[in-house]
Each structure stands twice: as C-alpha cells, then as structure tokens.
Nanobody, 124 residues
Framework: QVQLVESGGGLVQSGGSLRLSCAASGRTFGLYTVAWFRQAPGKERDIVAA????????RYADSVKGRFTISRDNAEKTVYLQMNSLKPEDTAVYYC?????????????????WGQGTQVTVSP
C-alpha cells in the first residue's frame, strides 16, 4: 500500500482559492488511481475528483466542475486539488485516497489507502 499525507487546508472566504496537496510514499505511486473525497459533519464521505494513473484522465463531482482541478506529478509522488471560487458548502474535511482500480470508481470501498484528512472551511 501507499501512504498518503494531505496538506493545504485552511480557512478562506467565499470566492477564494486553496490548493490541497497529497504527498505519497512508496515506489509504485504511478500504479495508483488517486481521488479526493470530502466529508462534512453529519454527511457521507463523497468523491470530489479522481485522476488516472498517468494523469491523462480526470473526473469531477457535478458540484465542483469548473471550479476544482485535480492534477498529479508522479515524479514528485504528489496529487493536487486546486479549488477556486470556493463556497460555504465546500466546507468539509478533505481526504486523499489511492486505489489500484479504475479511475472511474467512486466508492470509498474501492480505495484502500487514505490520508488523515485536512480541514477546509469557507466562510460566507
């Protein structure tokens, strides 16, 4: 398995931007699909964005399309989530997760490696 550590969360005003980073350890990072999930208080953990092993394919939840961008640098073993035009409803703990399955999968059970999460809070 790969170990993941998220960073970059914080408090931002509505309309602002943040960039989350997910740093991975392990020699086989390039073999993993990586996704960002988020979980707000009292809600389920939902997928936000996913990226394929090569980085050529990405997908997004409808709620973040056009505002968030996922990218990866396999040489640096890092995945990023650029979040623009943030809204209060984006407030959640954001988790990075890795999977050996397809980048089209979106269930938490498809992802075997998880980071500890980073809090994102968007004020009105």
């Amino acid at each position: 398995q790969v170990q993941l550590v998220e960073s970059g969360g914080g408090l931002v005003q509505s309309g602002g931007s943040l960039r989350l980073s997910c740093a991975a350890s392990g020699r086989t990072f390039g073999l993993y699909t990586v996704a960002w999930f988020r979980q707000a208080p009292g809600k389920e953990r939902d997928i936000v964005a996913a990226i394929s092993r090569s980085g050529d394919n990405t997908r997004y939840a409808d709620s973040v399309k056009g505002r968030f961008t996922i990218s990866r640098d396999n040489a640096e073993k890092t995945v990023y989530l650029q979040m623009n035009s943030l809204k209060p409803e984006d407030t959640a703990v954001y988790y990075c997760a890795a999977s050996v399955t397809s980048w089209l999968r979106s269930s938490t059970s498809d992802f075997g490696s998880w980071g500890q999460g980073t809090q994102v809070t968007v004020s009105p």
